[in-house]
């Protein structure tokens, strides 16, 4: 019982929660780039605008920050072959390898506002 206290601690320390309103930012956001903006609304918008799915939140540079940490090389990888929640390829079987550094650089980045 004392240990899941502490790994039940442990992980709920650090990193803030995302909100309702980081939540709307992230629905709004599209790349400026039309044809990486096709690609972001048909294989990412659903996971990664919606907290529930526990997918990094997109434009909440907290849940980016320790991914960003293990280099792009990485996490392009993470998204080809697929890791923990994400399936290989991120649901976008026509993105090449250039196509997922820029949907994760859009993603970590901080969005505007549009309320």
Same mark, same amino acid.
């Not at 909100?19 to 690609?39: F, H, I, N, V």
């Not at 918008?45 to 990485?74: D, E, V, Y």
């Given at each position: ?11 709920? %320390? ?10 709307? @930012?992230?629905?709004?956001a599209?790349?400026? &780039?039309?044809?990486?903006?096709? %690609?972001?609304?048909? $294989?990412?918008?659903?996971?990664? /605008?919606?907290?529930?799915? %526990?997918?990094?939140?997109?434009g909440? $540079?907290?849940?980016?920050? /320790?991914?960003? !940490?293990?280099g ?7 998204? @080809? &072959? ?6 290989? @390829?991120?649901?976008?079987n ?6 997922? $550094? ?6 970590? !980045?901080?969005?505007?506002? %549009?309320?």
């Amino acid at each position: 019982m004392f240990a899941a206290a502490l790994v039940l601690a442990a992980c709920s %320390k650090g990193l803030p929660e995302a909100g309702p309103a980081d939540e709307r @930012r992230a629905e709004a956001a599209r790349p400026t &780039d039309a044809l990486l903006a096709q %690609k972001y609304e048909r $294989a990412c918008l659903t996971c990664h /605008a919606s907290i529930i799915s %526990k997918a990094p939140l997109t434009g909440f $540079a907290a849940h980016w920050q /320790a991914r960003l !940490q293990q280099g792009m090389p990485t996490l392009v990888a993470h998204v @080809r &072959d697929g890791f923990q929640g994400m399936p290989a @390829r991120g649901f976008c079987n026509d993105c090449n390898d250039q196509d997922f $550094a820029a949907l994760i650089v859009f993603m970590s !980045q901080p969005q505007n506002s %549009k309320e």
